[in-house]
């Protein structure tokens, strides 16, 4: 009895240490599997994480377009730009030349299709707004750019019905007095780029930054039809301009922002006798765009009136820009700019000088002259006595009626 019992205990035992070593065996067996699984997911993760990206590398170069590659570029080439304009701000008390473009950086930019656009805002500027629509955009375009409504005729935002009677809108009669003491007063509201006398039949359009002045007005055919008599000796283009003796050539460059009066007037008592329209390009006349392309004025496409006033020649030229394409003379409805074709380097001539109308287009001091659909620039070219002085800064802000200068 004692021995059978002994034989019980021992198998107990027994299965007791086979199921202990079993349990020893399976769970090393885990283990390893468990790291083999491991190592074998891993590899697996890293192969399947190098397929996404090859395959996101492929999908970034089906779905590539090239816009991106041109904002890009672009950002890099306008920040190269700052760059150099911020090296030459930084050599203080060093006077050097302007940095201007060089032939390929303007044919590129000459290159946007900035017509196209100017015909397109024009499009949408006669667009008719809904009522309700009125007030948020010109109360938009107030802000962002400062314009001083309580100056304008009608202040009511609402009766502006698009955004191309908005920019024309007229101004109070009390808004804007005409200087009469002076002779010539400023044509528009806007800034003085610059003024003074034209050299060497160069006119400046900013500081250090010329144009040729035969370029801008174009030959003086007009002047034999209005004055076929006369027969002036000359030596230069500029001096072909001075009619009188003892007088001097001035011009003044007065840049119209968008955010003011967009209506131009007559600086003086005046005879127009000839209008000469260029097409031509339509560039931005910022500033700082006329800092930094020559003869920027002559690229773009500009209408130019020419006749006299009582010191001798008398030019007024509005010049286009940007989605201001549109330039409108008030007595000239033949007039019609930034059509979709013209021909590089052509200008239409129109002569105000008629049989029934021998004088021309007679003109006073603060008359409506014209108009532009955003802001641009009015350039001034006109002959005086060498007593002739400006009342101006360069840079300063300018109003319709202020003086320009006077004897």
Not at 56 to 62: G, I, K
Not at 118 to 123: D, E, F, I, K, T
Not at 246 to 255: E, K, M, P, R
Request: aromatic share 14%.
């Amino acid at each position: 009895m004692a021995t059978s019992w002994l034989n019980v205990c021992r198998a107990l035992a027994r299965q007791e240490f086979l199921q202990k070593k079993s349990v020893l065996w399976y769970t090393r067996w885990d283990l390893h599997r468990a790291a083999y699984c491991g190592k074998k997911l891993w590899f697996r993760k890293y192969f399947t994480e190098r397929r996404r990206i090859h395959s996101t590398s492929a999908r970034v170069v089906h779905h590539f377009r090239p816009l991106y590659l041109l904002v890009a570029t672009g950002g890099g080439y306008a920040g190269y730009w700052e760059y150099r304009k911020f090296r030459q701000k930084d050599q203080d008390g060093i006077e050097s030349t302007p940095l201007t473009a060089d032939e390929w950086e303007v044919t590129l930019y000459k290159s946007i299709p900035t017509r196209l656009l100017s015909r397109a805002w024009g499009r949408i500027n006669q667009v008719e707004l809904p009522t309700w629509l009125r007030k948020p955009v010109y109360s938009l375009y107030i802000w962002t750019f400062g314009v001083n409504m309580k100056e304008a005729a009608v202040e009511d935002l609402h009766h502006y019905r698009n955004l191309s009677e908005f920019f024309s809108r007229k101004l109070k009669p009390q808004a804007r007095p005409v200087c009469d003491n002076h002779c010539v007063i400023s044509p528009a509201d806007g800034k003085i780029l610059h003024f003074g006398h034209v050299k060497n039949c160069e006119v400046e359009q900013v500081k250090g930054v010329t144009y040729s002045l035969e370029s801008f007005l174009g030959p003086l055919s007009w002047k034999d039809d209005s004055h076929p008599s006369q027969n002036i000796p000359c030596t230069s283009f500029q001096d072909q301009l001075v009619t009188k003796e003892g007088n001097d050539l001035y011009h003044c460059v007065i840049y119209l922002a968008p955010g003011d009066y967009h209506c131009f007037h007559s600086p003086t008592d005046w005879k127009v006798y000839h209008r000469r329209h260029f097409p031509g390009s339509l560039l931005s006349v910022n500033p700082g765009i006329a800092r930094w392309i020559k003869e920027l004025f002559c690229y773009n496409e500009r209408v130019v009136l020419s006749g006299e006033w009582k010191h001798g020649f008398f030019s007024l030229t509005a010049v286009g820009a940007t989605n201001v394409g549109s330039i409108r003379i008030y007595f000239d409805r033949d007039l019609h700019t930034n059509s979709p074709r013209y021909s590089k380097g052509s200008y239409n001539d129109f002569s105000y000088v008629t049989s029934f109308r021998n004088e021309g287009i007679v003109m006073r001091k603060g008359e409506h002259l014209g108009e532009f659909n955003l802001g641009s620039t009015i350039v001034l070219i006109f002959e005086a006595p060498k007593d002739f002085a400006f009342s101006l800064k360069s840079g300063q802000k300018i109003r319709f009626g202020e003086a320009l200068g006077s004897m």
